[in-house]
C-alpha cells in the first residue's frame, strides 16, 4: 500500500515552506488590474497548499509545453481557429492559467 504525501508534506519537500512557494507563485502571477496588489499578494497567500501546487503546477505545465502563457494562449488561438482570430486571442488574454489550461484541454492542445 503505498502512502500519498499530504499537500503539507509535498510544500515542504518540494518548496522548503508555504511562504516559499507563495514567493515563486507570486514572481509569476499579474495582479488582476482590478485589485490591489496587496489584497491579491494576501489573497494568494491565504490559499490552501492543494491550490497552490495545483496552481504551481500549471505554471510549470505552461512553461515546460509552451514556453509562456502567451505561446498557450497563441496554441488555443489556431486549434479553434486556425486562420486566426486576434479578438478572440486578446478575450481569453485575460482568463487566468487554470481556466487556459481548461481551453487546451477543450482543443485537444495539450
Known sequence: ???QKSPLQRVRDEHGSKDEL???ILDVLEV???EDPLDFEERISTLKNKKLLRLWNSY????DRFGSRQGLIDKIETARFPGGHSDYAETISEYSL???LGLAREHDVL
Open 1 to 3: 500500500m503505498s502512502h
Open 60 to 63: 510549470q505545465l505552461v512553461q
Open 32 to 34: 488582476p488590474e482590478d
Open 98 to 100: 487554470p481556466r487556459l
Open 22 to 24: 507563495v514567493d515563486k
